[in-house]
């Protein structure tokens, strides 16, 4: 942080200079016995502390404090925050608004998601550039493309040795002027994996398998995993070019994965590796706070409680549609609530698609996003109507989703009509997300 020499105001509507501050800092470090440190942007406080034995605090150990007052330096903070415990490490970034601060459980992510890579770029080319502009890079993870396995996705994932390198890179590249092989890359941090515990995955009898062809049966992928030993396989559900294996004994599905990891099944290299339960309460209907319109749920025809087959996470999302006058109840406030829009606030251009899914609250934004991060061109909707016998307009949507493989079923209708423009658009893009 740079420190010009003027009067600053406290959060006690107190004022001091520049020199005060540094006199202040210095007695807190005098103190402390903590040390402190300038670098990128930010400022750290400790990290070890004096006399620290052993190795730094686990993951899931740090908090995030957001909406610091600028004017707040650490000799107030981290009084404060001590009350909570020993401080490891504190560290402050400078800009920040005037607002009441928030805690949350920190993430201890270290990983990040690279957007608008050329498909054409293979692992080991994106892994040595990556390592060229940032520091820390352990793996690059890229994804064939679904429909030509010689490409990507146009997406990576790049793994850092700790979130402190994924942070730093991050800030180097956030701008969104960086730029790899002549393209703007997008960035942002990657979804965080979802912990299992340790007997929960031990009691797992369901293979993942990926990087399956579009053109692959289940009743072939089936076939494959029966052949080291016939009958074990329960059943298998694929979707696009990834499916799941379901074994009748864990010991089997356990075999099968050792045994069937990097086969070829109609010419494509598979990676298989354990599937992690779902929490069917969590997910989407988690999300959106439990609030599952029953209207809604049996009119696209979602499957009973006591239906056997897994649901996908879209048929637990409630979308909150109307559909023949009825309301599925508004999620909580707190969920969708507005902030006052202060003098001063700083604003940054971004892309829709640098968000995450959390942040949309419809279908047919879910169902843009969809397209975006499977590479896919954007929906297509065409608009139909009738007449009711009462004489009132109603109306449907058909969407066109062009780069599935499906032949005729690429085109989706829902069996409803609804009344209001927005109802059939978001009735016509649940639809379509419950058949991808």
């Known amino acids: 942080m740079h420190e010009e020499n003027t009067a600053a105001t406290n959060g006690c509507g107190k004022t001091r200079s520049s020199s005060q501050n540094e006199a202040a800092l210095l007695a807190l470090m005098e103190k402390t016995g903590y040390s402190m440190v300038q670098e990128n942007g930010q400022r750290k406080f400790g990290g070890p502390p004096p006399g620290w034995e052993g190795p730094p605090p686990p993951r899931g150990c740090e908090v995030f404090v957001g909406k610091i007052p600028r004017d707040m330096y650490?000799?107030?903070?981290?009084?404060?925050?001590?009350?909570a415990g020993k401080i490891y490490e504190f560290r402050l970034m400078m800009e920040f608004s005037g607002k009441f601060i928030g805690v949350c459980v920190s993430l201890d992510n270290c990983r990040l998601f690279i957007g608008a890579i050329p498909k054409e770029k293979k692992k080991q080319e994106i892994l040595n550039e990556m390592k060229k502009v940032t520091e820390g890079v352990v793996d690059v993870i890229v994804y064939?493309?679904?429909t030509d396995k010689t490409k990507n996705r146009g997406f990576a994932f790049v793994e850092y040795e700790s979130h402190r390198a994924a942070a730093m890179a991050r800030r180097r590249l956030i701008p969104g002027t960086f730029q790899l092989w002549g393209h703007t890359i997008q960035v942002d941090w990657a979804d965080p994996e979802k912990e299992v515990d340790e007997e929960t995955m031990q009691r797992v009898k369901v293979l993942y398998v990926r990087n399956l062809m579009l053109s692959t049966t289940e009743?072939?992928?089936k076939a494959e995993f029966n052949k080291f030993k016939p009958g074990v396989v329960e059943r298998v559900k694929k979707l696009r070019?990834?499916?799941?294996?379901?074994f009748f004994n864990r010991e089997d599905a356990v075999a099968a994965m050792s045994v069937m990891n990097g086969r070829c099944i109609d010419g494509a290299s598979i990676e298989v590796t354990l599937a992690k339960p779902i929490n069917k309460e969590s997910t989407w209907k988690q999300h959106f706070n439990d609030q599952i319109s029953p209207c809604s749920e049996s009119l696209l025809g979602f499957p009973s409680k006591e239906d056997g087959h897994q649901k996908s996470a879209w048929k637990q999302a409630n979308l909150s549609v109307r559909l023949n006058g009825q309301h599925s109840p508004s999620?909580?406030?707190?969920?969708?609530?507005?902030?006052?829009?202060?003098?001063?606030?700083?604003?940054?251009p971004i892309s829709m698609y640098s968000?995450?899914?959390?942040?949309?609250?419809s279908a047919v934004m879910h169902l843009d996003y969809f397209c975006y991060k499977n590479n896919w061109v954007p929906p297509e909707y065409y608009l139909y109507s009738t007449t009711s016998q009462d004489g009132k307009i109603l109306l449907v949507y058909k969407v066109l989703v062009p780069s599935i493989a499906y032949g005729s079923q690429s085109y989706f209708m829902p069996d409803k009509l609804c009344t209001t423009l927005e109802d059939a658009k978001e009735l016509a893009a649940q639809l379509t997300l419950l058949h991808l």
């Open 241 to 246: 070019d990834y499916a799941f294996v379901h």
């Open 331 to 348: 999620p909580p406030e707190v969920e969708r609530c507005t902030y006052p829009f202060l003098p001063g606030t700083k604003l940054t």
């Open 144 to 146: 064939p493309n679904a």
């Open 219 to 221: 009743d072939t992928i």
């Open 74 to 83: 650490e000799d107030e903070l981290v009084p404060i925050f001590e009350r």
């Open 355 to 361: 968000l995450k899914s959390s942040h949309f609250s």
